[in-house]
């Protein structure tokens, strides 16, 4: 895969003002299959036919691509396209960049809003617009915008860390009373959706405690520990859990308090 190659070719596409190489291949968590993605950040407009054209000189002639308009998937996803380039799914995503500095600025003070989305089964928090600022690499920024962004995101923005801790604990703390409640074992569609919905509330505090960024619920539990972060056996505590074995409950009781207790201020 040429990166570079397709960056400078994404670049000149009108409007464009940054391209970024993001997600999994950003942060070196990615296998050998894993896609590529790139942020298409433009000021007011990007030209979806250039982006057409982009993707008819580059697309695996054999495969079908999908280019879409702006705001197509939503006011956070946004647009763009699919393709398969020498065999390798990328990702082609637009940024707004008014709207993600918005929003970025915004995290940066601990600020945030949460939504349903498609693709997202916990929903998008707003401020994953500044995680992918955090975890993206530019690879063309030609007026210094994305550098600007990722001032906000590095260093990792204590507000935040302190307000993701906070409504991520209470959240896992209501929606494990409201399981408790429950006959276990009488209604499993609704307890997979529930201890789902509890893992992703810890996720999101044991990211935030360690500082680092949270972009999608893909691989979260298994990237803890590649990550760097010092969660004990945290990782292997919530995929036991999730299997929902008799002993959910109390497992997940005991896992909150020591999440909980990890995650004081020192």
């Known amino acids: 895969m040429q ?10 596409v009108d409007g464009v003002s940054c391209v970024v190489l993001g997600g999994s291949r950003a942060r070196g968590t990615h296998s050998e299959s894993s896609d590529y993605d790139f942020g298409l950040y433009y000021e007011e407009s990007i030209s979806v036919p250039g982006i057409e054209d982009f993707v008819r000189s580059v697309a695996d002639p054999s495969e079908e691509a999908t280019v879409v308009a702006p705001g197509e998937w939503g006011p956070w996803i946004n647009g763009g396209a699919w393709l398969k380039v020498g ?5 082609l995503l637009y940024r707004n960049v008014p709207f993600v500095r918005q929003k970025a600025e915004e995290a940066h003070r601990g600020v945030f809003s949460s939504h349903y ?10 401020f994953y617009l500044l995680a992918e600022v955090g975890v993206s690499q530019a690879l063309s920024d030609l007026t210094g915008m994305f550098g600007e962004l990722k001032s906000l995101a590095d260093p990792y923005p204590e507000a935040l860390r302190s307000s993701i801790i906070e ?12 399981f408790e409640q429950t006959d276990f074992g009488s209604d499993p569609c609704y307890e997979v959706s529930a201890i789902s919905r509890f893992i992703s509330c810890l996720l999101q505090v044991l990211y935030a405690r360690s500082r680092i960024w949270f972009l ?7 990237n803890l520990a ?7 056996d945290f990782a292997e505590r919530l995929q036991h859990i999730s299997k929902l074995p008799d002993d959910t409950l109390k497992e997940a009781r005991a896992l909150l308090a020591d999440v909980e207790s990890a995650s004081k201020p020192c």
């Not at 065999?87 to 990702?91: E, P, R």
């Not at 999608?216 to 298994?222: D, I, L, P």
């Not at 590649?226 to 004990?232: I, Q, S, V, Y």
């Open 216 to 222: 999608n619920e893909k691989r979260a539990t298994q």
């Open 117 to 126: 989305q498609v693709g997202h089964p916990s929903g998008y928090h707003s």
């Open 87 to 91: 065999g390798f799914k990328v990702d």
């Open 3 to 12: 990166i570079t190659e397709l960056a400078e070719q994404l670049a000149d």
């Open 226 to 232: 590649r990550l760097g972060t010092d969660m004990d």
């Open 167 to 178: 409504r991520f604990l209470w959240e896992a703390h209501f929606q494990l009373g409201i």
